[in-house]
């Protein structure tokens, strides 16, 4: 890795990150609702190295990229076009410096991916996360794993302008082998689940991308903040849209679309609690369920699934060996994940892709098994 750097930099690199993508696992849109939200760190991420520079320069390059883009960290700015990709990188560099980090001079950062591309498990959160771990080191700051998801959200929302939550951010941060992360959001505490033994995450990637998902998420989130607004107006003391209760929601006579939107989040809040219990009596059947209802909650009430997202998942819902499968992450396309036991293999996986390949003129989902692994580090 390091001789990639110096390939390009002509020098070695100081100090070396690297943080993982994720799985959500439950809790849809619940994160920037102020609701309980889990997810699963992936045993595959991004890599930044980075060397400090004497002038005020940020150079960043990729494993394939070609020309290294430039900034200045003395003003920093958004990139765009086939460039756009630094903005990661450099709202978080923005970021930590509002925080209190001194960096008067600028840095070489060299990225490297062993994700699968656009398969869903948030690589952007991975390339925050890596690069905020990475940087503070490259500048002697200080910083716990809390803020550092803290840093990488508000890079995404005000520098990227992607109005996310701290699902992707907090499961990259506080990843675990084996281990569930499980996020209060209104309270940004994060804690870990060890998973029962003998099961295995499966990530099935549609390869289909809405052209507006940006938009959609975005409408998705003003939709949601609308309700919690109009419910408060009603006389709700509740602090954020998940802590409102389903029969609240329904009695508010909420316009038809932002009543279905504000139900799905308070249902699904609820549905992680559940999923809490069932997973500390190992009662999978259950844990089946909630994961089922999840998906019918996003395909009738948030109206974030598709066709084809829900083709994939009655698939995987009749297939041997499959605990239960929902669409994961924003929707609109993109991945479902699938929990199995260990006896569902990468040939039952290959015969879930025939089957949907069948059904959609041979157009096979990219397959991804993952095991829970650690949070951001340094290498
Ligand atoms: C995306 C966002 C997260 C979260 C999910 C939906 O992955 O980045 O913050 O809102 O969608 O649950």
Redesign the pocket.
Known sequence: MSSSFAQVFGKEPLVCARAPGRI?FI??????NGGL?MGVAVDKGVTVSLAPRADTSISLATSHGERPAVADIADIRPLSGPESWCNYVLGVAKALMEQGMNASKGFDIYVESDLPSGAGL?SSAALELSTGLGLAKLYNFTIDKATLARVGRKAENQFVG?P?????QGVSAFGEKDSIVRIDCAKESFSSIPMPQGLRFWVFNTMEKHNLVESL?ATRHRECMDAFALLRKAGSKANNLAEVSPQKVRAASLPAALEMRALHVCEEHRRVIAMGEALASSDLSSVGRLLSASHNSSRTLFENSTEKLDALVAILDRTDGVIGARLT??GFGGAAMALTFDTFTQKQADKVCEAFAAEYAGVSPNVFCATAGAGARLI
């Open positions: 959500e809790g849809n849109h619940t994160d920037y939200v948030s992607m996310c939550g701290i699902l992707d998420y992450g924003g």
